[in-house]
């Protein structure tokens, strides 16, 4: 059994062996209070934790709750086993963020990593960017951008859509990184430094709002206080468009179940919503779907309208 190379699913499998030790073989679909005050872990991390399993067919589902069978039970002590005889830490350490209520990526971060961090996404959002393009048409719009960090998606866009206004917010770091790259790449975007729960900026409206990989951070009562943020620079024409790894089906892909779990212990409240989730925290602000594409293997972009 060779699963060297998925580092989550190990993670995954650690922090099962915490949660299998009191609730036997049969393991329901979501954690009573009771549960989850012990462990110290929460809803999203719980659901992430099943899922991976569950693709990579180390715990079986039925519809109605997990099953752990003599067979995954097998499995997993093989790789308990492995990570014990390596005497790895990473496991404890990874488990410790999970259960730390403060816990939040870029927090925890120092200003070298961040800016080395801010030049790597440009590149990784640059080619998002090349395959939202083909789906959409900006072309003399004015665009918001949320969380854009240095600005790797709007390049692709403007590449593009000419006579587009292009704006990204996001903190201190990504804006500098980003000026200096809209320079080497000739690009008219405008970064303002700022915060997205409390937007501060010129009175204008726009056309289109986008975030990417931005809701997935935070739990629905933060994620509601952006949007409604938003609302002071929209009108009834306004689309958001968000650019995310939202589930469309029960199981995903490995790689979009494993990044769930990632994403869930690194930010703290974050999880991966589906379509459902995703036009219900919407709805708050009268928005509802209009259109949902595929851009690969993880993202998926929507169109949000006006009801």
């Keep these: ?6 580092m989550e699913l190990y993670e995954a499998v650690y922090l099962f062996s915490k ?21 110290g872990i929460n809803e999203s991390i719980y659901s992430a934790i099943m899922k ?16 752990l069978t003599a067979e995954n039970q097998e ?28 816990r939040f990526f870029f927090d925890s971060i120092s200003d070298l990593e961040y800016e080395i961090y801010s030049r790597c996404n440009f590149e ?28 790797g998606l709007g390049t692709a866009l403007l590449a593009t859509n000419k006579n587009c206004s292009y704006t990204v917010v996001d903190t201190k770091i990504p804006c500098i990184v980003g000026r200096e790259l809209k320079q080497t790449n000739n690009t008219d975007i405008t970064f303002i430094e700022g915060n997205v729960f409390d937007l501060k900026l010129p009175n204008q409206i726009y056309d289109y709002i986008i975030i ?11 994620c509601l206080d952006i949007l409604r943020n938003c609302t002071r620079y929209m009108e009834s024409k306004t689309k958001f468009i968000i650019i995310e790894d939202t589930l469309t089906s029960q199981f995903e892909p490995k790689e979009v179940i494993m990044h769930g779990l990632r994403l869930s212990v690194e930010c703290r409240g974050g999880k991966q919503r589906t379509v459902d989730e995703l036009a219900s925290l919407f709805l708050n602000i009268d928005y509802k779907p209009e259109k949902i594409i595929r851009i690969n293997s993880i993202h998926t972009m929507t169109v949000m309208g006006q009801i």
């Design 1 to 6: 059994m060779d699963y060297e190379n998925y």
């Design 19 to 39: 949660i299998n030790c009191h609730t036997g073989y049969k393991l329901p679909l979501v954690l009573n209070d009771e549960e989850n005050k012990r462990l």
């Design 52 to 67: 991976i399993l569950v693709v990579n067919n180390l715990l079986s589902y039925n519809g109605d709750c997990y099953v």
């Design 75 to 102: 499995k997993q002590r093989h790789m308990l086993d492995n990570i014990i005889s390596k005497k790895i830490s990473h496991y404890t350490q990874f488990y410790n963020k999970a259960v730390d209520k403060s």
């Design 124 to 151: 990784v959002n640059t080619n998002i960017g090349n395959e939202v393009a083909k789906h959409l048409n900006l072309a003399s719009s004015k665009v918001l951008e949320l969380g854009g960090n240095s600005g």
């Design 212 to 222: 990417m990989n931005l809701l997935h951070d935070f739990d629905d009562t933060k």
